[in-house]
Structures are given as C-alpha cells and as structure tokens.
C-alpha cells in the first residue's frame, strides 16, 4: 500500500514551538510543542526539536511518508532562510536552513507567521481560489501577509509586508520597533490593551474592565466585556477598528485586494473587529475601491493555525517546482 504524503509545519513563538505532519489538503495528522527556551541558542533548539519530531514521527511511518519541511518564525528571511535578530530569541542571526540539513534531506523552506499564514490561508483557508489578497495578523503585534497574482511579495530583501509598521500617528505611542506611532502600537492585542487603560485612566465611564490588572488584561477579556454590553470595551473595540479601518484603505489603494483576511487572537473577537473596521475602511477608501474588499475572518481552524501555514509553505515550494 502506498504511503501518504505528509509534510512538517513548524512554527516557532517565543514561549512554545509547536509543530505537526499535514498531508497536501491541509488534514492535520497529528500535532506535539516543545518549549521554545528562548534563552537557548538555535543549535541547541534545533537538536531538541528534531529529536522530538523523528521519536513521534516513528508512530506514523508505516502510513504516512515526508516531502518537505516548512517554518514559520519572527524575522525569517524566505530568500536567505534565515532567522535575523528575532525578538524574544537569542538566536541573532542565523541560517536556519543550513542547521536543518544536518538533521533532514528533505526540501525545506522558511518565512515570517504572517507570509505562512498568508499562504495557509491560499492554499487551505479562507482566500482559495484568490490570486490577490492580503493577510492580516492581529496577535502580540500586527503581521501583514500580501499575495499578488498568485505569489507571495517578498520584495527586494524579504522583508516585504510590514503593514504593521506604517506609521498612525507620528506623535503617538512607542512602538516596540522603537518608532512612535505604528499600527500596532493600537490595532494588535497589545495595543487594544493599552486602549482600555488610557481610556480608563481619561474617561469616569463605568467598567468591569477598572477591576483588572494591566499584566492580567486579555484581548479575550475585553472582547467577552464588550459582547456583555461594556461600554468602555465597546469603546475600545471602535478605535481600534477605526484605526485599523484607515490604515486598511491605504493598503487597499497600494494594491488593490480582492479581500483582506483577519487572523490570529484579537481577530477572534468576530464582528466587534470586522464590522467596524469594515466601516471604518469605506469611510476612508478611495472611490474606485469602495465595496469592492472584502473583510473576511481567517478559515484555518484557530488552534492549528500557525501549522497549517507553515506546512502550506512547503506545500507551495513542492508544487511550485513541479511546474
């Protein structure tokens, strides 16, 4: 009998690294995490994460056959298939690729979460059958994913796709890229979280929200008190998709999407984001653009997500060179 194909997505955080086998529709057969160490230095996580994935490949070999190896990570460099000074690692700059060949022969390759998920979401997800789309991750940060005519925009160093850092307001708050005003510095879990408390601290508006602990405060949390009517959280939700909804209308006006895709925690909230910001964004758009984007919600199932993409990755290399 023989063996099906599958493929190894990986993704990388900087708490865990979770890692799975997924056939060519985008089935997950199987799913394991080892604990990123972020202190470590990549040698030392790669022998771990390889020792893990061959012991628990074992179980699955008689059936299932491997084609190819896909990352997600911070900083990848899909030209260079490098990782380069990722925050939260203390890998600084290193050839991922290169490591890889000592533990496995198969085809491999590398990018950012958010150009994964970008692909994930082409091959498995909710852009199929899209040739123009863009991918936006609204996790600890805010990642962009942008497809043109079927292929993924590197740009001329790889590093294309930083929506997340195109500047709001040049006077606003500190992003962690340590300019003043990035996207994400408001429309990312994290900004959405420093919404609520300058909102708490300029405004006497009652909340549930006055009773929680800055460390404590989830994006989760503010979404359930705004689906209980807080009117503070609704608040909340508002500006950040105002936000979000101008900064969209600009990407729209660069390159002209068939939808943008809304992926990753903060997206989880539903119509308290993608209705606003889909309002937002008209308000804003250019008029040969408007109601022609489509704001649409990831369809890769949220706790595989990030698999998914980085096996979609290799997926698209393996059929690329096919052609």
């Not at 300058?198 to 405004?203: A, D, I």
């Not at 889909?278 to 308000?283: D, P």
Request: aromatic share 10%; net charge neutral; glycine share 10%.
């Amino acid at each position: 009998m023989s063996k099906t194909k599958v493929a190894i997505g990986i993704d990388v955080g900087g708490t865990n690294t979770v890692f799975g086998f997924v056939d060519n529709e985008g089935i997950l057969v199987y799913e394991s995490s080892i604990p990123t160490n972020s202190y470590e230095k990549a040698d030392l996580f790669f022998d771990r994460l390889f020792k893990k994935i061959d012991e628990d490949f074992k179980k699955f070999s008689a059936r299932y056959e491997l084609a190819g190896i896909g990352i997600g990570a911070p900083n990848a460099n899909y030209y260079r298939g490098t990782v380069e000074q990722a925050p939260n690692l203390n890998w600084g700059f290193v050839n991922v690729l290169e490591i890889i060949k000592k533990y496995s022969p198969l085809p491999s390759a590398i990018t950012n979460d958010a150009n994964a998920a970008a692909i994930g979401e082409m091959l498995f997800g909710a852009a199929k059958g899209m040739k123009d789309f863009v991918v936006i991750t609204l996790g600890t940060g805010l990642g962009s994913g942008i497809v043109v005519n079927g292929e993924l925009v590197y740009g001329a160093d790889g590093f294309a796709g930083e929506v997340g850092h195109t500047i709001f307001d040049p006077h606003g708050r500190m992003c962690g890229c340590g300019r003043k005003g990035c996207l994400e510095a408001y429309a990312s879990a994290t900004g959405i979280r420093r919404t609520v408390f300058e909102l708490l601290g300029t405004t006497v508006t009652p909340s549930e929200l006055r009773q929680v602990n800055f460390n404590q405060l989830t994006a989760k949390d503010i979404a359930d008190a705004a689906n209980r009517g807080d009117k503070l959280a609704l608040e909340a939700f508002d500006f950040t998709a105002r936000v979000l909804g101008l900064k969209l209308a600009d990407t729209v006006a660069y390159l002209s999407p068939e939808a943008i895709i809304l992926f990753g925690g903060l997206a989880l909230a539903g119509d308290l984001i993608l209705e606003p910001t889909k309002r937002y964004m008209e308000e804003n758009m250019l008029n040969i653009f408007k109601n022609k984007v489509k704001i649409l919600p990831s369809a890769l199932p949220g706790a595989h997500a990030a698999v998914l993409g980085a096996s979609a990755l290799i997926w698209n290399e393996l059929e690329k060179h096919r052609k």
